[in-house]
């Protein structure tokens, strides 16, 4: 069974910066694009960052300029440096993977648990 697990969120001020981590574990798979949304309260899921297995890459209008997608392809992991950090960043954020197991033909849709960001002075 593949899991992916995100790490690296908390509590920081307007203006300052995380670095979130999604690794990707498991046995006998190969991993596609790797993608971040996020969600915050009463609002709907919003791609964050998209990086294909080859690199390249695509933001969210409301990120472009001051988050940074980036990935380990030896590790299975992606990262997403945040600066510039606001209020409006404040959300769940998710990381989400293609991936294909074992013999299949298909890469299907894998997503982590999510991992809180709060910004806030």
């Known amino acids: 069974q593949v899991q992916l697990v995100e790490s690296g969120g908390g509590l920081v001020q307007p203006g300052g910066s995380l670095r979130l981590s999604c690794a990707a574990s498991?046995?006998?798979?190969?991993?596609?694009?790797m993608t971040w949304y996020r969600q915050a309260p009463g609002k709907q899921r919003e791609l964050v960052a998209f990086?294909?297995?080859?690199?390249?890459?695509n933001y969210g209008d409301s990120v472009k300029g001051r988050f940074t997608i980036s990935r380990d392809n030896a590790k299975n992991t992606v990262y997403l440096q945040m600066n510039s950090l606001k209020p409006e960043d404040t959300a769940v954020y998710y990381c989400?993977?293609?991936?294909?197991?074992?013999?299949?033909?298909?890469?299907?849709?894998?997503w982590g648990r999510g991992t809180q960001v709060t910004v806030s002075s």
């Open positions: 989400n993977a293609d991936i294909k197991t074992g013999t299949a033909l298909r890469f299907n849709a894998y």
């Open positions: 498991g046995r006998d798979f190969s991993v596609g694009a």
């Open positions: 990086i294909a297995s080859g690199g390249i890459t």
